[in-house]
């Protein structure tokens, strides 16, 4: 699986962005999709995840309540809405791609087989 990752840019804090992930293989849906972000200085960190059929959805703590993942597999596409963006969301992010089963809760980085190359999200104040 190939992931490319876009839709990141400079915001305000209190607005939105909307990333999108478009993967490549005929596999897509069999996959775990995971939202990472990594800020300058720090560990890339878990942000959100979604089952292969959309039914188990986990957010980090940071970002519950005001990022939305979701993902179309007819388009091979997962998605991040980001909205109430704060300084602290400021990070490279990025998706990937975990072929654990659906029962398992990867969060670790290194339960993700595929990644893509990462968007700048920017928030200014």
């Known amino acids: 699986v190939q992931l490319q990752a876009s839709g990141g840019g400079l915001v305000q804090a209190g607005g939105s962005l909307r990333l999108s992930c478009a993967a490549s293989?005929?596999?897509?849906?069999?996959?775990?999709m995971g939202w990472f972000r990594q800020a300058p200085g720090k560990e890339r960190e878990f942000v959100a995840r979604?089952?292969?059929?959309?039914?188990?959805?986990d957010y980090a703590d940071p970002v519950k309540g005001r990022f939305t993942i979701s993902r179309d597999n007819a388009k091979n596409t997962v998605y991040l809405q980001m909205s109430d963006l704060k300084s602290e969301d400021m990070a490279v992010y990025y998706c990937?791609?975990?072929?654990?089963?659906?029962?398992?809760?990867?969060?670790?980085?290194?339960?993700?087989?595929?990644w893509g190359q990462g968007t700048q999200v920017t928030v200014s104040s």
């Open positions: 990937a791609a975990s072929s654990f089963p659906a029962s398992r809760t990867p969060r670790a980085p290194d339960e993700y087989d595929y």
């Open positions: 293989g005929r596999t897509f849906s069999r996959y775990i």
């Open positions: 979604m089952s292969w059929s959309g039914g188990i959805v």
